[in-house]
């Protein structure tokens, strides 16, 4: 049983009296501990499936099964507690959080919302929580925009396995970062998803980073599937047109090929 | 540089906080006068300047307009501010509401906000009053009846913008309660510009408080500006000072909130603008 299967998804958008299908019948399906890149250009959609499976937008066919419930049937209290079981972690690290919060508070929500640890408790599971990925204690009482770029998302990631979730939309997660924390970060995620058994949902124009991290790779055109198959066969040798132009466009990509003939 | 001392680098901001200050300390002098400021302390009419124990000089009926003028500060500081707190408060929870909800919810509040933004405050103020009775609280109220659709309206379109961001969205995912959502991570976002209409508001509602005791519908326990010039009014061409002298205080009163006012917005949107 697949971890989370999306069948026919669909969802439009009304703009300025004429329909833009964002995501148009798309299917796909996540096993545990597995990473699935949504790649494509910008428009094609990523994003709003990103938002589809989180339930931060309805859509308007199709169906989301998540570890075995009909995830779309879920409503209110019921929706809110299995959240837990499905994080999101997002491009902009500064964006993503309250602009008054700190740390200790943004790690402290998802503990207190799901009553996983006491009030008394939670500032130790902080302090693990941020040792967990890679940060000091004592950065706890920090306010959000006190601290860098690079820690802001580890303390997005920290905030999304705070109630140890079995699938992180990763929606360009380390797409804002300079190249050296990019690294880090994401020898941070590939660590976890070891550890944890978490699968992702990662979600990047990055052909190259997607080569190196996912397992197998969807490629989105205009809000349809394009291709998809394993990571690397579909990225050294692109069947479908928009996949040629996004290998093409890579550059990085194309000289490693070249190096490589 | 910090908030602090470029609010004192600001003249029009250091003159406002000067006449706001003068204004706390006649209201809280106003305790230490003996006795109560209706009583009659000398001969009726006394001009000003003439008895140095009433420098101010006494009314129609002999009261002494210096303990007066005092113990009208508090009235109009109090009112003032606890109309605009409240006018603030009700504003920026129901436009919260209103743009966090969307919908059905925000049709049925911004038509109310319509429906009391369409009748004139002035005049739902003293249909309040004359309804209700006369009495501090009941004025408060009433001022704030009429107020709070400004600040609604500014917090709804905020909270509209502030409602798509990336951090609303996160506090949904993990699975934050909606109401939560919308008055720990949205309002106190939306207040900023909120607040800043506050030192407009504060003047508003002490000048409709003058004018509601002009005509009669302050509290009539209680000593307040608009009532002295009321009362100055019937003797307007031999005493004018006993409506020029509360006049004054009450233009300096709005002046001293308004730049004051104005000067705390401008220091910290110069500091959100640098950071």
Request: aromatic share 4%; net charge positive.
């Amino acid at each position: 049983m697949s971890l989370l299967a999306v069948s026919n998804l669909t969802r439009r958008y009304r703009r300025g009296g004429k329909t833009v299908v964002a995501v148009d019948d798309v299917s796909f399906h996540i096993e545990p501990g597995e990473t699935l890149a949504l790649a494509g250009p910008s428009g094609s959609g990523k994003s709003t499936i990103a938002r589809l499976v989180l339930r931060l937008i309805e859509p308007d066919a199709g169906a989301i099964e998540f570890e075995g419930d009909d995830f779309l049937a879920l409503r209110g209290a019921t929706l809110r507690a299995r959240r837990a079981r499905l994080q999101m972690v997002f491009q902009d690290p500064l964006a993503a959080f309250n602009p008054r919060a700190t740390v200790a508070r943004v790690l402290d929500d998802p503990l207190r919302i799901h009553d996983i640890a006491s009030r008394t408790e939670r500032p130790r599971r902080i302090a693990a929580l941020l040792e967990r990925v890679g940060l000091a204690a004592d950065l706890a009482p920090r306010a959000i925009h006190e601290i860098s770029g690079g820690q802001r998302q580890r303390v997005a990631i920290a905030r999304a396995i705070a109630t140890s979730p079995s699938l992180i939309v990763l929606d360009e997660a380390v797409s804002a970062l300079d190249v050296s924390v990019r690294r880090q970060i994401l020898d941070l995620l590939l660590d976890l998803q070891r550890q944890e058994r978490i699968a992702y949902l990662f979600i990047s124009h990055d052909l190259g980073v997607v080569r190196a991290v996912a397992h197998r790779v969807i490629l989105l055109d205009a809000g349809r599937i394009a291709e998809s198959g394993d990571a690397r066969a579909v990225i050294d040798a692109p069947q479908s047109t928009i996949g040629k132009a996004l290998v093409a466009a890579a550059p990085r990509l194309k000289r490693t090929t070249q190096d490589a003939s | 540089m910090s908030p602090a001392r470029r609010f004192l680098r600001t003249p029009e901001a250091v003159a406002g906080a000067i006449l706001l200050a003068a204004l706390i300390a006649m209201a809280l002098v106003a305790l230490l006068f003996p006795g109560d400021p209706q009583a009659i302390a000398g001969p009726a009419l006394l001009p000003p300047f003439q008895d140095w124990s009433l420098p101010l000089g006494t009314d129609r009926l002999g009261r002494d307009v210096l303990a007066e003028l005092f113990h009208g500060a508090r009235a109009s500081l109090a009112v003032g501010l606890a109309a605009a707190a409240a006018a603030l408060a009700i504003g920026s929870v129901v436009g919260t509401l209103a743009g966090f909800a969307g919908g059905l919810v925000d049709e049925v509040l911004m038509r109310i906000t319509d429906a009391f933004q369409t009748v004139p405050s002035f005049l739902l103020a003293l249909a309040f009053v004359s309804v209700v009775g006369p009495s501090l609280g009941v004025v408060v109220i009433a001022i704030a009846l009429g107020t709070w659709p400004g600040p609604a309206r500014i917090a709804r379109a905020e909270v509209l913008s502030i409602r798509e961001r990336d951090y609303v969205a996160s506090a949904r995912a993990i699975g934050m309660h909606p109401l939560e959502i919308a008055f720990r991570e949205v309002l106190p976002n939306a207040l900023p510009p909120v607040l800043a209409m506050s030192s407009v508001i504060v003047a508003a509602a002490i000048l409709t408080e003058a004018a509601l005791s002009f005509l009669g519908l302050g509290d009539p326990n209680r000593v307040t500006w608009g009532g002295m010039i009321a009362e100055g009014r019937a003797v307007l061409r031999t005493a004018p000072f006993l409506s020029i002298v509360p006049g004054i205080a009450l233009v300096l009163t709005v002046l001293g909130v308004y730049l004051a006012g104005e000067g705390i917005v401008e220091t910290t949107a110069v500091r959100r603008g640098l950071s």
